[in-house]
């Protein structure tokens, strides 16, 4: 059971233009009223929505997109102030898709990155996003750092992170000729992605799923309202 969120015209900006990646601009009613993008969002109700997400990044597309895959009769909105979606922190970072090596073992951290990194690579090879899974190479270059390296390898393992295994000053040399170091753990399931593209691909499945996306919209405020008649979700 949830409320309806309102949105009031008063507290936040206008919905207007359209986004990067493809995706149809934002539309107007006659009034100036604010409504999901064309082709995307529903038609039953422009002015009102079950759930709204503020902010346009990945982790708000990607909640979104859970979400609507979810529970398909909610209504949900997604809010970005900017122009475009995934302008911010998505789309400036080294986009590492990361094995989990690091991770105290047992820790949701641990499991949610070895299970998020091969989702993630199955996702991109499913929408043709590129990606390149280049491995990396962790070296201990000193003598003292070796027991460091073996016991970061053992926490990988336990990790789950496949493909791990110590190699020698030779191999070393036979992967990065440049890389000098007594030992080190090549881990062959760090990867490398644009994450602004994965975000659109996101927000693309969103919008096909029937959710809405409003983007120059900034929230500038939010009020607590009376609940609205109480409804089932999903025949729940």
């Known amino acids: 059971m949830v409320p309806a969120l309102r949105y009031l015209v008063g507290a936040c900006g206008r919905a207007r233009g359209g986004f990067a990646g493809g995706f149809p601009g934002a539309c107007r009613s006659a009034s100036g009223r604010p409504r999901p993008l064309c082709g995307g969002g529903r038609s039953a109700s422009t002015s009102s929505f079950d759930i709204v997400i503020v ?50 073992p047992e820790s949701l951290k641990a499991k949610l990155c070895v299970q998020g990194a091969a989702l993630l690579y199955e996702y991109c090879q499913q929408k043709g996003i590129s990606y390149k899974q280049c491995g990396k190479l962790i070296v201990a270059v000193e003598q003292e750092e070796i027991p ?35 030992m080190a753990i ?14 659109l691909s996101f927000a693309q ?32």
């Open 55 to 104: 902010g346009g990044g990945i982790v708000g597309l990607a909640s979104a997109r859970a979400l609507i895959l979810r529970h398909p009769s909610l209504s949900i909105g997604v809010l970005e102030k900017e122009k475009d979606l995934a302008v911010h922190q998505t789309g400036h970072n080294s986009g590492v898709i990361h094995s989990g090596i690091y991770y105290k």
């Open 148 to 182: 460091r390296l073996q016991a970061l390898y053992e926490r990988g393992l336990q990790n789950g992170v496949q493909g791990l295994r110590l190699i020698q000053q030779e191999d070393i040399k036979k992967k990065e000729p440049y890389c000098r170091g007594l």
């Open 186 to 199: 090549d881990c062959p399931h760090t990867g490398i992605v644009d994450y602004r593209q994965v975000a």
């Open 205 to 236: 499945d969103f919008q096909e799923a029937g959710g809405s996306v409003l983007t120059n919209f900034e929230v500038k405020d939010i009020e607590m309202a009376k609940e609205s008649p109480s409804r089932s979700i999903d025949a729940e």
